[in-house]
């Protein structure tokens, strides 16, 4: 399945917790399922306008002062283990190390880092799904500082069989 998400922060990243633990689990039995979601994210494409006009927001809207705690409940209805692949890419700009080093350095602080993972161009996550989810956000976030037009790739995993046998995180 294919779909394109728009909107402001954070309302993209919460639709998008939203989808992802959707199909984690059963609707009916809420038993969980394996599934694994490639995503682009984009922001600041000079064919875009950050102004774009969007559809309005269908779940009520945010309390005054906003933040996380105005997401609907099932943003936090997030898989315990999601594994992931990711990396950052600012664009038209001569420092764009210094991003990627910035947006490196703050997911090594997570809980979900993968240190010591032999990777290139990518780097990996794996931990509870909420702390996943918020790594990506802060990442892109930090990338948008140094860049006006940034794109990031993300490859998310839940409920593998092997995991559910015990492997270790």
Not at 46 to 70: F, I, M, Q, V
Request: negative net charge; glycine residues 10%.
């Amino acid at each position: 399945m294919s779909s394109c998400l728009l909107g402001p922060e954070p309302a993209l990243f919460e639709a998008l917790r939203v989808a992802f633990g959707r199909a984690a689990r059963d609707a009916d039995t809420g038993a969980p399922q394996c599934v694994s979601m490639q995503c682009t994210f984009s922001a600041g494409c000079p064919g875009e306008p950050d102004d774009a006009p969007l559809p309005p927001r269908t779940a009520a809207a945010a309390p005054p002062g906003g933040g996380d705690d105005a997401w609907v409940a099932d943003a936090y209805a997030l898989p315990a283990r999601v594994a992931c692949q990711f990396a950052v890419y600012p664009l038209g700009t001569g420092a764009h190390m210094d991003g990627i080093y910035e947006v490196i350095a703050e997911a090594t602080r997570s809980p979900a880092f993968k240190a010591g993972q032999k990777t290139h161009f990518c780097s990996m996550l794996d931990g509870d799904g909420a702390e996943v989810f918020d790594v990506l956000r802060r990442s892109f976030a930090t990338a948008r500082q140094h860049a006006g037009h940034v794109t990031m790739t993300a490859t998310l995993t839940a409920n593998k069989a092997a995991w559910v046998r015990g492997e270790a995180l």
